[in-house]
């Protein structure tokens, strides 16, 4: 465990609009058991993540998908191998997920029991929602946010800066960070209007009050106090 604090500096990224068309697709099931990495929770105490760990040296990532609903805080969670191939996946609260594959094709499942994925409009490299909103990177680091339809037919709309991941939390705000590990906070997934803090990191989430992260040297960061403004990296 290890500290530090960094001087806050401010920037603000301007605002773009744009659109995208809607495509449906499936994916075909499979069952079996292993250990993923990349991973993230939902309060439905459910936890799902890919596999992007290859089989052979030059072998492409096997991009699997795994979800367990025991035992998930015990060691000895019962993965199980869901259909299809993710890059990059979000579980909400009530047990549905949204995933971008290694294409940047975005899909959504109403359930992570057995789904059925189906394909929608645009192209992402990494997503994230909550409740009613969805929020991505494509793969230029543009920042798209939905607020609408956002299961059958997504109102993609650009918001400005440039983003390599980002965390939409339950009150409409966002956790950011750039191609320069910089970290942003936006107080609304609609405005913009970057907040840059202290700290340096590659990936982010953030749920109510706590944003953890990765830094460039794979060690892993949380904050829970001034989180909007300093925050006390840890």
Do not use: E, H
Not at 157 to 176: E, M, R, W, Y
């Amino acid at each position: 465990q290890a500290q530090t604090t960094m001087t806050p500096s401010r920037t603000t990224m301007a605002p773009s609009q744009t659109t995208m068309t809607p495509v449906q697709t499936t994916m075909a099931p499979s069952q079996t058991t292993m250990t993923p990495s990349q991973t993230t929770m939902a309060p439905l105490k459910v936890v799902c993540g890919v596999d992007m760990s290859t089989p052979s040296p030059n072998a492409p990532p096997n991009d699997n998908i795994w979800c367990a609903d025991q035992n998930i805080k015990s060691g000895t969670p019962n993965w199980i191998q869901l259909p299809g191939k993710l890059i990059n996946l979000t579980v909400n609260k009530d047990g549905s997920m949204f995933g971008v594959n290694r294409s940047g094709g975005i899909y959504y499942a109403s359930s992570y029991k057995n789904p059925t994925w189906i394909q929608f409009s645009g192209a992402l490299k990494q997503i994230s929602s909550s409740n009613n909103v969805i929020m991505g990177v494509n793969s230029n680091d543009d920042i798209f946010y939905a607020d609408q339809n956002i299961t059958t037919n997504p109102n993609w709309t650009q918001v400005g800066g440039k983003l390599i991941d980002v965390s939409v939390n339950p009150n409409g705000s966002a956790f950011g960070v750039n191609r320069a590990n910089n970290i942003y906070y936006s107080a609304s997934y609609k405005t913009g209007g970057w907040l840059q803090l202290s700290g340096a990191l590659n990936r982010i989430s953030s749920i109510n009050n706590v944003v953890m992260g990765v830094a460039g040297d794979d060690t892993i960061w949380y904050a829970d106090q001034n989180i909007t403004t300093n925050p006390n990296w840890t």
